[in-house]
């Protein structure tokens, strides 16, 4: 039986027919830090590409399950927020839709959200401000000479795309745009372990109310063994309005073997599992029936990053001095994720501060790329501290205006006063 619907036959060539897209800025990773530069760059006025591998926007805050975002506030009695701008967006829309809530944690606040909804949020602030992303789209190679990006390519499902662009910001976590430019780059000397978040349903929630999570982690470090698991700290989260709770309990090595990730992904599960069961067996009046609702993707702290003109060491988180490139600041805690059975946390004093220079996103022999996120130069305890979520969006923020003011001339030849201007609610405001 024939269709009344019209169709059209394709077939590929020799020649190049590939999608040719042109930007003022083209995003490399469509996190947390990569969507918040996209955003930041489109308020400036840019015509801004953000290209992911992933069918969606959100990387690991919507993929890993992360559900916490640490790192906006200061720490101590009366913290205040350092990151404003896109992220007080973020939580005015998520708190008012009842998707996200502001908790006063003993050491900071820290906010819990629903993943969905914040993959929506960006999705829609994507749209109102013109941000055009490339969903599904795996670089295949950059082009770069002198100094300077021309191109970058990519292989999706519906055929190649080559982006071109004035300025490139390498968000992708673990400096692909910089490493496949061939600027040099640095890996971990040591494991740094990533985790599988995972959620929990079909427990008793009135029971969990009363969840006493120092003696799980106690227990865990008993017998955690006989079940198969491996870290012995980690985090029970019920998540406010929802009959299920985030599990942070997992390690796993991360490769960087391109045949490793599905060892990762396997051994993640595997823990995962491992922890229901010693749940259900050793917390049974809460856990009986406990069942796994979802998991997440692997959840990636540190794997490769640039070499830039200036590395930040733990040292300058230390002494919180101001930096005249300063574009983000923070004050999380060292959480160096450095051995299978627990995180190694250095505590800064109450109400530290301290600053993320352009100096240490710029990387060695490039004019027109600024990384942010996990992939900027800091040494491996600084990295631990300044990945989190909240300094990613202060990264992301900083990285869109210093290409807005280099335009087509060299990034670290802008006018820092300048863009201390542009980001003084993120470096002065105390409120």
């Known amino acids: 039986m024939s269709s009344d619907i019209p169709t059209t036959t394709v077939q590929k060539t020799e020649a190049d027919d590939r999608t040719h897209v042109e930007a003022d800025v ?11 530069a996209a955003l930041e760059a489109a308020r400036a006025g840019a015509d801004v590409v953000v290209a992911d591998a992933e069918p969606n926007l959100g990387g690991q805050a919507v993929g890993s399950i992360i559900g916490t975002i640490i790192g906006l506030w200061t720490h101590g009695e009366d913290p205040y927020q350092l990151t404003h701008g ?27 959200y629903d993943e969905v909804a914040l993959q929506r949020w960006m999705e829609r602030k994507a749209e109102e401000l013109g941000v055009r992303p490339l969903l599904g789209a795996v670089l295949t190679d950059v082009a770069f000479a002198d100094r300077r990006v021309e191109h970058l390519d990519f292989a999706t499902r519906f055929g190649d795309v080559r982006v071109e662009a004035d300025g490139y910001v390498d968000a992708s976590g673990d400096g692909s745009l910089t490493y496949e430019a061939g600027l040099p780059m640095r890996t971990p000397d040591e494991p740094v372990y990533g985790s599988m978040n995972f959620l929990i349903e079909n427990y008793d929630t009135e029971a969990a109310r009363d969840l006493d999570m120092d003696a799980v ?28 709770m985030l599990a942070n309990i997992t390690h796993m090595e991360t490769p960087l073997d391109p045949m490793g990730y599905a060892d990762m992904v396997f051994e993640g599960r595997k823990e995962a599992d491992a922890t229901v069961a010693f749940l259900q067996d050793e917390f049974p009046g809460i856990f009986q029936g406990a069942e796994i609702r979802r998991y997440g993707n692997p959840g990636i702290r540190q794997t490769r990053w640039i070499r830039s003109r200036d590395q930040l060491t733990l040292d300058d988180l230390r002494t919180g001095e101001q930096p005249e490139d300063a574009v983000a600041r923070g004050s999380w805690s060292v959480e160096l994720h450095d051995t299978p059975e627990e995180v190694h946390w250095e505590h800064f004093e109450e109400g530290h501060v301290y600053y993320i220079p352009l100096s240490c996103m710029v990387p060695q022999g490039a004019d027109n790329i600024v990384a942010a996120g996990r992939c900027i130069d800091a040494d491996t305890e600084a990295l631990s501290a300044i990945r989190v979520m909240g300094i990613c969006i202060g990264m992301g923020m900083g ?20 863009l201390a201007e542009r980001l003084s609610e993120n470096l002065d405001r105390t409120d």
């Open 86 to 112: 896109i992220a007080d967006d973020l939580l005015d829309d998520l708190q008012e839709s009842g998707d996200a809530v502001v908790l006063e944690g003993e050491l900071t606040n820290v906010v819990q």
């Open 217 to 244: 982690l106690e227990r865990m470090a008993e017998v955690g063994d006989e079940y198969g698991l491996v870290r012995e700290d980690g985090h029970l989260m019920p998540m406010p309005g929802k009959e299920f």
């Open 26 to 36: 083209c995003v490399l990773g469509g996190g947390i830090s990569g969507v918040s």
């Open 399 to 418: 990285a869109a205006h210093a290409l807005d003011l280099a335009g087509t001339d060299p990034v670290h030849e802008i006018d820092y006063d300048a």
